[in-house]
């Protein structure tokens, strides 16, 4: 477990006792891990850490509304192919020469399909990317929930069998089991059979402690008294019933943007002509604004 967390701050990914156990047994189990949680916790750079923590090579899958099993794994490379073809029209020539009929012709030409669906035409997307990469892999799926239903159980069958299905090809296995991370915003509610299959973890904003931590150590050019307001500031921030409450990247771009404006200290007056840095709703904005005196506070 120290071994986890010491592996994932390594990567500059400072994470709680809570998150590193979840690597930990993700890695050990080998099974998928279930990272949900508010937008901006950091679902995703976990995911990253990870594969840098294991030394994997990291393949991204991600996910919206419309998303298929096609457009996850292949595609075929159809300029190719007709290329090839064009090359190649002498030898179809011989093939289709004394063909009597077009129904010999046809079947003629149909023996040949497994000259033009080979893997040289194959263009892998990133699940089977992740599946046949020579070296042990991370998979992220991020954001699976904009993903429509059905998505889940193609998915479901990838992660229980390490395998897919291309019907000119047949079953390509996975030379490595990889690993996988699957990130969840909760806007809509995921099915059990893919909760049962993971390992779940969920994500808060960071405490202040581990938030201030990530400040200084990603942001080491901010003073730090001044960091320490701004992540003061952030928390009471995130404490109104925003729509977007500020992700910890925009903690990190604020307290950069007050150091180059030369700030020393917070006031209400620097938060109010900076507040477009730290949220991104106008309606959030004109809440914050009128809580200035109690944010602003050191």
């Not at 079947?107 to 669906?117: H, K, N, P």
Request: hydrophobic share 45%.
């Amino acid at each position: 477990m120290t071994d986890a967390l010491g592996r994932l701050e390594a990567t500059g990914y400072l994470a709680s006792t809570e998150i590193a156990t979840a690597a930990f047994l993700a890695d050990r189990l080998q099974k998928p891990v279930l990272v949900e949680g508010p937008a901006g916790v950091g679902k995703t750079d976990f995911a990253r850490a990870l594969s840098q923590a294991l030394g994997r090579p990291l393949f991204r899958l991600q996910c919206y509304e419309g998303l298929d099993e096609a457009k996850a794994l292949y595609e075929w490379e159809y300029a190719k192919q007709l290329l090839y073809t064009q090359i190649l029209k002498d030898k179809l020539g011989e093939t289709l020469a004394g063909a009597a009929t077009l129904t010999e012709a046809a079947d003629r030409i149909a023996a040949s399909d497994a000259v033009f669906f080979s893997e040289r035409f194959l263009v892998p997307r990133p699940v089977l990317r992740a599946l046949l990469s020579p070296q042990p892999a991370l998979l992220l799926v991020d954001e699976v929930d904009k993903a429509d239903p059905e998505f889940e159980a193609f998915l479901l069958e990838v992660l229980a069998d390490s395998a897919v299905t291309i019907p000119e090809l047949g079953t390509l296995r996975a030379k490595f089991i990889p690993r996988a991370v699957l990130t969840s915003n909760a806007a809509r509610e995921l099915s059990d059979a893919l909760k049962r299959r993971c390992l779940h973890l969920h994500i808060e904003f960071p405490d202040r402690e581990r938030e201030l931590r990530i400040v200084r150590t990603r942001a080491p050019e901010v003073p730090a008294a001044l960091a320490a307001q701004v992540v003061s500031a952030v928390e009471r921030i995130r404490r109104l019933e925003l729509k977007k409450p500020p992700s910890i990247s925009e903690t990190l771009d604020w307290a950069r943007s007050l150091v180059l404006l030369n700030a020393e200290a917070l006031s209400p007056e620097l938060v109010a002509a900076t507040l477009n840095v730290l949220l991104k709703h106008a309606t959030d904005v004109e809440k914050v604004r009128t809580q200035l005196g109690q944010i602003a506070t050191p």
